[in-house]
């Protein structure tokens, strides 16, 4: 009886281990991510709706946040793990007051081939160069860090800051407020500048802007922005931070390979209508694994010309924050 007893408490302690395994591994790990509905964040939206993510036993948390700022202030906070979309000097800002805050696992690199940031004006408004734009009322994407690219811009073609007007305003509202001819151009992201053209309510001056008057070369990779990963959460949590890493470099794979079929997923995700979707230009990604020291020094340029424009309050290594799993 007692051996009987014996074993049979063995074997339900057995079946407890294998209900406790089975109940674990069928748990996935919740990741917060803060999510700018842009065009740039198209990873992310690939990442989910491909299962990359499931496949990596991930459920991640989307939190709608518009611009920088709000995704630095969250991610100091640890409200968030990581930003899909992440302006790499609100990254680095961030990483001068807390460093380590953000730490990124891709770049995303615009210029006028991989098209992101550009000037539109207002069907019918009679400019036909940046410097045209002299007394011009101008939109701006929000937040300080792309208000600051404009007016660079700007000014690398003659402009000062007294020669025109300019306002942040919401990415959701660009296209009604130049649809209402409020401004008479705009500072804006994809897919924005798509539905505008689509419209026939405005038209491109200039795409690629960063990377021709900062970096002073149209080809160059402007690395703007990336996906990013709190020092915390990487700590914390290793194990889940290298596994989101992996399906975020499956979800660039796809785009890069699938170009086509990768932009259906702006649908129902961003502001991007169906009947704009196939013509939305797509931006390049690059895991950080993949960067070269050429790309190395181009995201380092960029983010000196920060500092030395004062936007930036000190020097910083920007490859110290490129994490590789």
């Known amino acids: 009886?007692?051996?009987?007893?014996?074993?049979?408490?063995?074997?339900?302690?057995?079946?407890?281990?294998?209900?406790a395994q089975a109940g674990n591994a069928g748990a996935l790990d919740k990741v917060t991510?803060?999510?700018?509905?842009?065009?740039?964040?198209?990873?992310?939206?690939?990442?989910?709706?491909?299962?990359f993510f499931k496949e990596q036993n991930i459920e991640p948390t989307?939190?709608?946040?518009?611009g920088g700022p709000p995704n630095v202030a969250a991610m100091i906070s640890n409200q968030i793990d990581a930003s899909a979309v992440l302006v790499t000097i609100e990254g680095m800002n961030a990483d001068l007051k807390k460093p380590g805050v953000a730490m990124y696992i891709s770049l995303n690199s615009q210029n006028r081939t991989y098209q992101m940031e550009q000037f539109v004006v207002r069907t019918?408004?009679?400019?036909?160069?940046?410097?045209?734009?002299?007394?011009?009322?101008?939109?701006?994407?929000?937040?300080?860090?792309?208000?600051?690219m404009a007016r660079a811009v700007l000014a690398a073609n003659g402009l000062k800051e007294n020669d025109y007007s300019l306002d942040q305003l919401d990415m959701g509202q660009h296209v009604n407020a130049m649809k209402a001819g409020t401004f008479d151009a705009g500072y804006t992201l994809e897919p924005n500048a798509s539905v505008m053209r689509k419209m026939g309510i405005a038209r491109t001056l200039e795409s690629g802007v960063i990377a021709k008057y900062i970096l002073g070369d149209a080809n160059a990779n402007a690395?703007?922005?990336?996906?990013?990963?709190?020092?915390?959460?990487?700590?914390?949590?290793?194990?889940?931070?290298?596994?989101?890493?992996?399906?975020?470099?499956?979800a660039i794979d796809f785009i890069n390979n699938h170009p086509d079929e990768a932009r259906k997923h702006l649908l129902n995700n961003t502001f991007t209508p169906a009947d704009v979707v196939d013509t939305v230009p797509m931006i390049k990604y690059v895991s950080s694994k993949n960067l070269t020291a050429k790309d190395k020094a181009e995201f380092q340029k960029f983010i000196d010309?920060?500092?030395?424009?004062?936007?930036?309050?000190?020097?910083?290594?920007?490859?110290?924050?490129?994490?590789?799993?």
């Open 1 to 19: 009886m007692c051996q009987f007893r014996n074993g049979m408490i063995g074997g339900m302690t057995f079946l407890a281990a294998v209900f």
């Open 62 to 66: 989307m939190v709608r946040l518009i």
């Open 305 to 325: 010309f920060s500092v030395k424009t004062k936007i930036l309050p000190g020097p910083i290594d920007a490859t110290k924050y490129i994490k590789v799993f």
């Open 124 to 148: 019918g408004y009679k400019a036909q160069s940046l410097k045209d734009l002299k007394g011009a009322k101008i939109m701006s994407a929000p937040g300080p860090a792309n208000v600051v």
């Open 33 to 51: 991510v803060g999510v700018f509905p842009v065009s740039s964040s198209l990873p992310y939206f690939v990442a989910v709706e491909r299962g």
């Open 223 to 250: 690395y703007v922005g990336g996906c990013a990963l709190t020092s915390d959460f990487i700590a914390s949590r290793p194990d889940v931070a290298r596994r989101f890493a992996a399906a975020w470099d499956k």
